[in-house]
């Protein structure tokens, strides 16, 4: 039993281990697939507001003089808008130009702004990251940031523009006679080896209101699939960790893939949780509970088994025992019938004259009921007359005053025959059959080294005729 307990677990915990790896593996690689695919879905969205700053920046550089931009930037804006929002991306909201850090010129729908804030002040030169964006050279993406006009929030691209080979005092006609940002008069704005000299970003908002409630498609994907997500950011990072930005379903903070979300400048975390995984978990530990309780069941079936084998086997040598003394038993009692079957017929012929006189005297019904008697005498004696044939008698051994001995055998065994004749008319005869009798019954009940054991015995009448 315990090693059909150990060889079914054994075998069923390695298929169904087998199984579910490869249905749980499956399921995160579908979840990581998701993820990635929702990641470059964002990060195209996004690339919107990208290429509306790097267009708008191509223009500053083909003519940075602030009259052109000033006289064209409107049409321009508005052409962006339509391209950028026509082809199903994150709206833009605010497109802007930025000389020296300070917004100067701004498109924004469904909102005017005339706001001249100075991305160089505190504290938008640490949250923004300004410096940064200027050191690095390229574009960035910041946010979400609070919106002045409204409650609502967004994400601003900012592009950093550089002229080569300018003076240090050169201000492209900027209307309010400024040359430098603010605090920002040598590098990385101004590089007196090279007389590079930073112009300022042109910058686009993007709205970020769909995203942060979570209507977003590539994020209703996500949630189609019954997956869960919760998308972070380092720019809403605090004490506690990473910022979240947006979450969705039922289990946002577990995670089965984390993919990155890569934007110019900045990256984002997503984390994608499947919860077919655990299912399956869960379905691999009832299965292995219920194979550990059917084997526990099976071995306790087969040791019942072989319990009642083992009982039967008990009782089946426990009836061949009783029937072989059985056996013994009906053997003696034949013997000890033809005994007195043979003591019956001693006296039969003394008395045989007797009866012959008496019968005369019976009526119907008494000398009916010797004969029914006579009847079944004589179907012992054949019954007795057939045991006796298992006795053969070979050669004589020894001969005395009242018998013979001969060497015979009896039922496969060597055996002594002592045949004793006894005449019918000797005085004294009744008491010597007795004795005789006696003799044999105790000779065949004793087992002693020193005592023959008589086997069987037989007594009857012979003629004088009768070869024996």
Known sequence: PVILFCLIVALCTF?????????????????????????????????????????????????????????????????????????????????????????RLDYAVPYSSNTTRDL????????????????????????????EYTEKKGFAARYPVFFPDTDEDESWNHPDNITHPTNCSGPPCYIPETREKFWGFTGALVNAAPLLSGRNVHLERLLSDDLSYSLTTSFLAGANGPGTLVSGGSFPDKVTANVTVNLPGTSWALSVYNPRQDEILQTRKGLLAMVVVAAFFLSVLLLLLL??????????????????????????????????????????????????????????????????????????????????????????????????????????????????????????????????????????????????????????????????
């Open 15 to 103: 298929g169904i281990v087998h199984a579910t790896k490869a249905s749980y593996e499956l399921e995160g690689q579908q979840a990581r697939d998701a993820a990635l695919s929702a990641a470059d879905g964002l990060a195209k969205q996004l690339s919107s507001a990208s290429r509306a700053a790097l267009s708008l920046a191509a223009v500053v550089k083909m003519n940075p003089d602030w009259s052109f931009l000033e006289a064209n930037f409107l049409k321009i804006a508005k052409e962006l808008f339509r391209q950028a929002n026509d082809e199903g991306n994150l709206v833009i909201k605010e497109l802007a130009l930025i000389p020296f850090g300070r917004v």
């Open 307 to 468: 319990l009642s084998a083992k009982k039967a086997n008990v009782l089946l040598q426990e009836q061949l025992v009783t029937n072989k003394l059985l056996e013994e038993e009906k053997v003696s009692r034949e013997a000890l019938l033809g005994r007195q079957l043979d003591l019956i017929a001693c006296f039969e012929q003394t008395t045989r004259g007797t009866r012959k006189r008496s019968r005369s005297k019976m009526s119907d019904g008494q000398q009916s009921t010797l004969d029914r008697i006579a009847s079944a005498r004589a179907s012992i004696s054949d019954v007795r007359n057939s045991k006796d044939e298992d006795i053969t008698v070979l050669e004589l051994l020894a001969e005395g005053s009242f018998g013979k001995v001969y060497r015979g055998k009896w039922r496969g065994t060597d055996v002594a025959v002592k045949i004793i004749m006894l005449p019918g008319n000797m005085s004294g005869r009744e008491k010597r059959e007795k004795m005789v009798i006696w003799e044999a019954a105790i000779s065949s009940s004793l087992i002693h080294p020193n005592v023959c054991r008589t086997y069987h015995y037989r007594i009857k009448p012979v003629k004088e005729s009768t070869r024996l």
């Open 120 to 147: 160089f002040s505190a504290p938008f030169v640490t949250t923004l990251g300004t410096l940064r964006s200027i050191k690095e050279r390229d574009l960035t993406v910041n946010g979400p940031i609070p919106l």
